[in-house]
């Protein structure tokens, strides 16, 4: 689970009669890394980091609403779709059974 080197570079620690902190440690075995904040070992991410993954995120929220909006939308004209069907098909059956006459001046 840890580096192979990090017992053997605090036991030099040890030995020398300055034994290293964990921070020490780290810097030593793990080098240094850009995602490190110092002070604070790994811990959070600047605030950048975390700006643009809002950014991002409420850019996303918006095309999931917007996405939705139409979602909506969509099934409203399918419902007035199907409600036309469902009425041209009432009148149709009228006029095959003769209720409508051959009147077709509503056409």
């Not at 902190?21 to 790994?42: A, C, D, M, Q, W």
């Not at 409420?58 to 004209?77: D, F, N, P």
Request: proline share 5%; no cysteine; charged share 30%.
């Amino acid at each position: 689970m840890f580096p192979a080197n990090l017992e053997r570079v605090r036991d030099e620690g040890i030995a020398s009669g300055n034994p290293l902190t964990g921070e020490e440690l780290s810097r030593i075995v793990l080098k240094p890394n850009k995602r490190h904040i110092k002070g604070f070992g790994t811990g959070p991410r600047p605030s950048s980091y975390s700006s643009k993954s809002d950014a991002k995120r409420l850019a996303q929220e918006q095309q999931i609403q917007e996405l939705r909006a139409e979602i909506e939308e969509s099934k409203k004209k399918d419902e007035e779709r199907d409600q036309e069907i469902t009425n041209l098909k009432i009148l149709v059956a009228q006029l095959m059974n003769g209720g409508g006459g051959n009147n077709h001046s509503s056409w």
